[in-house]
């Protein structure tokens, strides 16, 4: 990939079209695909998430508890609807092919900080690692 601009400026090219993303673009592009993480009951057929998962992703959750890809996917599959929203949603381009994603999702039961590493690779952009943490 070329290096590409930054600050407003086009700056990786887009999954669908081949235009190029600017920033706003990339952070209503990784919002919705946070959205879709977070409500997977929403998707006619939840097995199409998988491939937003990184080969090595993890995942440090409010439990404590550690998940690799595959117990995540589980998860995903088994999980079942629930209030659920995204709120202060920022993204910070740590590189051309690298962004953090950070957020507070809120619940019935709980809220909680959240951020998400993720990395655009083949073409796509995939979720690498991510980690929420209880908040008050």
Do not use: K
């Not at 919002?31 to 006619?44: Q, S």
């Not at 998860?75 to 381009?93: D, E, G, K």
């Amino acid at each position: 990939m070329a290096a590409p601009f930054i600050g407003g400026q086009p700056f990786l090219q887009d999954l669908d079209d081949n235009a190029s993303m600017t920033s706003a673009e990339l952070q209503e592009h990784l919002y919705a695909l946070e959205e879709r993480l977070l409500h997977p009951d929403r998707e006619p057929d939840r097995a199409v998430l998988a491939p937003l998962f990184a080969d090595n992703y993890r995942e440090f959750c409010c439990s404590g508890r550690i998940l690799d890809r595959q117990q995540t996917i589980e998860v995903l599959l088994a999980s079942t609807p629930r209030p659920a929203t995204i709120s202060f949603f920022y993204v910070t381009l740590l590189s051309p092919e690298v962004a953090l994603a950070t957020y507070h999702a809120t619940t019935n039961a709980a809220r909680s900080h959240r951020s998400s590493l993720w990395v655009y690779r083949d073409q796509r952009w995939q979720i690498q690692f991510h980690q929420g943490t209880l908040a008050d």
